[in-house]
């Protein structure tokens, strides 16, 4: 054995023991969880399986020098999938103890055995950006035209929904739908911002026009299709785009499938909740941009801002935090333009002049309430109430009446670590005044806490959030409960329209066979014994797509087609000061990402004689 053989055989046990300690980590707590490795996680046994046959390929490779390791490359595999296998360190321990380990010496173990269970996604995450690397972009430019037409992915996803269409007829009227239908049916007077004034305005046209028909169950129906045909045909525009990226037609058809066939899409669509307008004007600004700023001009400049004034104003006007969101997009928009700087600039500063103005402007024309800002706290709820609630009886006064006084003592048994609404209702109505006269003063106890109490500040936001970044989370799905008969689980399907203001209306099934199979997957979880597939229904799936293309093109080094990625995620840090993990939520980040995979095998300028932006770089 020469030198070097054995330089390369001194790798393989700190390897294999740091594989062996990471996994096995991992196996202790989730078998403490699901006994059979058979369902939907990464740790199942078909997909360890795989791991474990490309980590023999590819150490073998380096024994052989048949691969060649490249640092850059090395680098941001390694990365990414430490800190996936970090995710699945911490979601563990919060599932199977509730908590993460103690102290510096546990925070040092998860580190540790992150890193040993990175080591097995280290050859996955080596060898797709070695195949990327191969591959090169194949679409040099970004085609004036999909292969395949918007009416047909239109029509794809029409025929896809009707057969939902019919098994929820005429809507799905759920979450926030029994509050918005007693201030549509009461008037104007009644509307509260603390949803859309938009949204409920809508609600209300739908149901005068129930009155005038005669039948609030007919415009319901006319409402549900309504909102599916515009949510239709953005993702529609989507498809045609993602073809126009890879100049292939399967790309397209695929893209039309997923979003006609996976549940998600046609429950989600028939729901009457303000995300879904709010995910498909999202959607349309995103498609616009990438129009404007790297597209041939198809459509003249004029209307192209027109276009993005109005869906980016509709967008801010459907969700309070689109606006935060947007103003950090719009420093990235103007920073990565390398022209037209300045457009982009006016464009950004009318679009959230106008969401603000609008939304302002609407609620004095109604006389509409303020509804409460207490849910963009609802992280600081968490940590307060965590805090007190595990220490109850060894807080200093000094301590108990800090927190007493932002979370009263006599809420405290109520804390609930996936949800923040049991807390937040109950300080909106009392003590949340304290929170706004002072915010300084809050953040200055909330520090002080925090340093006495560190470990129970991490808990309580992994805990509140945990679905958006754990793969193998279930709690999102089983925050009020789940079941076939509950319609509860993943999506909300129960009708929440009859109240003490309002009749109702009937929910009337026109396919029930077709809506007891829909029961099954999203109210009684069923996907999740489906092994691989049940990740297209987990929110942090999404977002580690997300994440792994940012991480794709910074390797890259195409850093200014960083700006579409920007968007969605800024909208997806929002999310995690919310009050709970939900899909409807997380669902404008979800229909990006098949656009963002595709975004990636595109040239960075269109053919054609003209650029949105600047002549087609060598």
Same mark, same amino acid.
């Given at each position: 054995?020469?030198? /070097?053989?054995?330089?390369? *055989?001194? =790798?393989?046990?700190?390897? #294999?023991?740091?594989?062996?300690?990471?996994?096995?980590?991992?196996?202790?707590?989730?078998?403490?969880? !699901?006994?059979?490795?058979?369902?939907?996680?990464?740790?199942?046994?078909?997909?360890?399986?795989?791991?474990?046959?490309?980590?023999?390929?590819?150490?073998?490779?380096?024994?052989?020098?048949?691969?060649?390791?490249?640092?850059?490359?090395?680098?941001?595999?390694?990365?990414?999938?430490?800190?996936? #296998?970090?995710?699945?360190?911490?979601?563990?321990?919060?599932?199977?103890?509730?908590?993460? #380990?103690?102290?510096?010496?546990?925070?040092?173990?998860?580190? +540790?055995?992150?890193?040993?269970?990175?080591?097995?996604?280290?050859?996955?995450?080596?060898?797709?950006?070695?195949?990327?690397? $191969?591959?090169?972009?194949?679409?040099?430019?970004?085609?004036?035209?999909?292969?395949?037409?918007?009416? *047909?992915?239109?029509?794809?996803?029409?025929?896809?929904?009707?057969?939902? @269409?019919?098994?929820?007829?005429?809507?799905?009227?759920?979450?926030?739908? $029994?509050?918005?239908?007693?201030?549509? !049916? %009461?008037?104007?007077?009644?509307?509260?911002? $603390?949803?859309?004034?938009?949204?409920?305005?809508?609600?209300?046209?739908?149901?005068?026009?129930?009155?005038?028909?005669?039948?609030?169950?007919?415009?319901?129906?006319?409402?549900?299709?309504?909102?599916?045909?515009?949510?239709?045909?953005?993702?529609?525009?989507?498809?045609?785009?993602?073809?126009?990226?890879?100049?292939?037609?399967?790309?397209?058809?695929?893209?039309?499938?997923?979003?006609?066939?996976?549940?998600?899409?046609?429950?989600?669509?028939?729901?009457?909740?303000?995300? /879904?307008?709010?995910?498909?004007?999202?959607?349309?600004?995103?498609?616009?941009?990438?129009?404007?700023?790297?597209? &041939?001009? %198809?459509?003249?400049? +004029?209307?192209?801002?027109?276009?993005?004034?109005? &869906?980016?104003?509709?967008?801010?006007?459907?969700?309070?935090?689109?606006?935060?969101?947007?103003?950090? @997009?719009? +420093?990235?928009?103007?920073?990565?333009?390398?022209?037209?700087?300045?457009?982009?600039?006016?464009?950004?500063?009318?679009?959230?002049?106008?969401?603000?103005?609008?939304?302002?402007?609407? %609620?004095?024309?109604?006389?509409?309430?303020?509804?409460?800002?207490?849910?963009?706290?609802?992280?600081?709820?968490?940590?307060?109430?965590?805090?007190?609630?595990?220490?109850?009886?060894?807080?200093?006064?000094?301590?108990?009446?800090?927190?007493?006084?932002?979370?009263?003592?006599? @809420?405290?048994?109520?804390?609930?670590?996936?949800?923040?609404?049991?807390?937040?209702?109950?300080?909106?109505?009392?003590?949340?005044?304290?929170?706004?006269?002072?915010?300084?003063?809050?953040?200055?106890?909330?520090?002080?806490?925090?340093?006495?109490?560190?470990?129970?500040?991490?808990?309580?936001?992994?805990?509140? &959030?945990?679905?958006?970044?754990?793969?193998?989370?279930?709690?999102?799905?089983?925050?009020?409960?789940?079941?076939? &008969?509950?319609?509860?689980?993943?999506?909300?399907?129960?009708?929440?329209?009859?109240?003490?203001?309002?009749?109702?209306?009937?929910?009337?099934?026109? @396919?029930?066979?077709?809506?007891?199979?829909?029961?099954? /997957?999203?109210?009684?979880?069923?996907?999740?014994?489906?092994?691989?597939?049940?990740?297209?229904?987990?929110?942090?799936?999404?977002?580690?797509?997300?994440?792994?293309?940012?991480?794709?093109?910074?390797?890259?080094?195409? !850093?200014?087609?960083?700006?579409?990625?920007?968007?969605?995620?800024?909208?997806?840090?929002?999310?995690?000061?919310?009050? +709970?993990?939900?899909? %409807?939520?997380? =669902?404008?980040?979800?229909?990006?990402?098949?656009?963002?995979?595709?975004?990636?095998?595109?040239?960075?300028?269109?053919?054609?004689?003209?650029?949105?932006?600047?002549?087609?770089?060598?």
């Amino acid at each position: 054995m020469n030198k /070097i053989e054995a330089k390369k *055989k001194e =790798y393989y046990f700190p390897v #294999a023991a740091g594989i062996y300690a990471g996994v096995s980590w991992c196996y202790l707590f989730d078998y403490m969880i !699901y006994p059979s490795h058979f369902a939907g996680s990464i740790f199942s046994i078909p997909l360890l399986m795989f791991c474990i046959y490309v980590q023999y390929k590819f150490w073998n490779g380096i024994r052989n020098d048949e691969t060649k390791i490249k640092r850059r490359r090395l680098f941001f595999g390694f990365l990414f999938s430490f800190l996936l #296998a970090l995710s699945f360190i911490i979601g563990y321990q919060m599932k199977a103890l509730g908590m993460t #380990a103690l102290g510096f010496l546990g925070k040092f173990l998860i580190l +540790v055995f992150s890193g040993g269970a990175g080591l097995l996604f280290l050859p996955v995450t080596y060898k797709i950006l070695e195949w990327l690397d $191969h591959r090169g972009i194949a679409q040099k430019e970004i085609l004036s035209k999909s292969p395949l037409g918007f009416g *047909k992915c239109l029509l794809i996803i029409i025929l896809g929904w009707i057969p939902y @269409f019919l098994a929820y007829y005429p809507a799905i009227m759920s979450y926030d739908f $029994h509050r918005q239908s007693q201030e549509a !049916y %009461r008037g104007y007077i009644w509307f509260n911002d $603390h949803h859309p004034l938009i949204h409920t305005f809508l609600i209300r046209v739908f149901l005068l026009l129930g009155q005038q028909i005669g039948s609030y169950q007919a415009a319901m129906a006319l409402f549900s299709a309504f909102q599916m045909m515009i949510l239709a045909c953005a993702l529609a525009y989507s498809c045609t785009m993602i073809g126009r990226f890879t100049g292939k037609k399967w790309t397209v058809i695929v893209s039309a499938l997923i979003y006609a066939l996976l549940p998600i899409h046609p429950v989600l669509a028939m729901s009457m909740t303000k995300d /879904i307008l709010f995910a498909a004007f999202y959607l349309l600004l995103l498609l616009l941009i990438l129009e404007m700023s790297f597209c &041939t001009k %198809r459509v003249p400049m +004029v209307l192209l801002a027109l276009g993005i004034i109005v &869906t980016g104003i509709l967008a801010m006007l459907l969700r309070n935090n689109a606006v935060y969101a947007f103003l950090l @997009f719009a +420093v990235f928009y103007v920073m990565l333009s390398k022209k037209r700087k300045l457009l982009y600039l006016i464009l950004s500063v009318i679009i959230i002049a106008g969401g603000i103005f609008g939304r302002n402007a609407i %609620r004095s024309a109604m006389n509409a309430g303020q509804g409460s800002k207490v849910e963009m706290y609802s992280v600081f709820l968490q940590q307060f109430t965590r805090a007190a609630a595990s220490h109850e009886e060894f807080l200093s006064p000094e301590d108990f009446e800090i927190i007493d006084r932002y979370v009263d003592h006599s @809420f405290w048994e109520e804390y609930n670590p996936t949800i923040s609404d049991p807390i937040k209702g109950k300080v909106a109505d009392t003590n949340f005044l304290r929170w706004q006269d002072d915010i300084a003063g809050m953040l200055k106890d909330w520090i002080r806490i925090g340093l006495h109490y560190p470990n129970d500040y991490l808990d309580a936001a992994f805990a509140l &959030t945990s679905g958006y970044w754990f793969l193998d989370d279930v709690s999102h799905a089983e925050v009020l409960g789940y079941g076939e &008969t509950t319609n509860l689980g993943l999506l909300y399907t129960f009708n929440a329209s009859k109240s003490d203001v309002f009749q109702g209306i009937e929910s009337k099934s026109l @396919f029930p066979p077709f809506l007891r199979l829909c029961n099954k /997957i999203v109210n009684g979880n069923a996907y999740q014994l489906w092994p691989v597939i049940s990740c297209l229904f987990k929110p942090a799936f999404y977002n580690w797509i997300l994440f792994g293309v940012i991480m794709i093109l910074i390797y890259m080094k195409k !850093y200014r087609k960083l700006l579409p990625c920007m968007l969605p995620l800024l909208y997806l840090l929002t999310l995690f000061f919310g009050p +709970v993990v939900n899909m %409807r939520y997380v =669902y404008p980040v979800i229909i990006t990402t098949v656009l963002l995979v595709a975004w990636i095998f595109s040239g960075e300028m269109s053919s054609g004689k003209e650029h949105a932006d600047e002549g087609q770089k060598p």
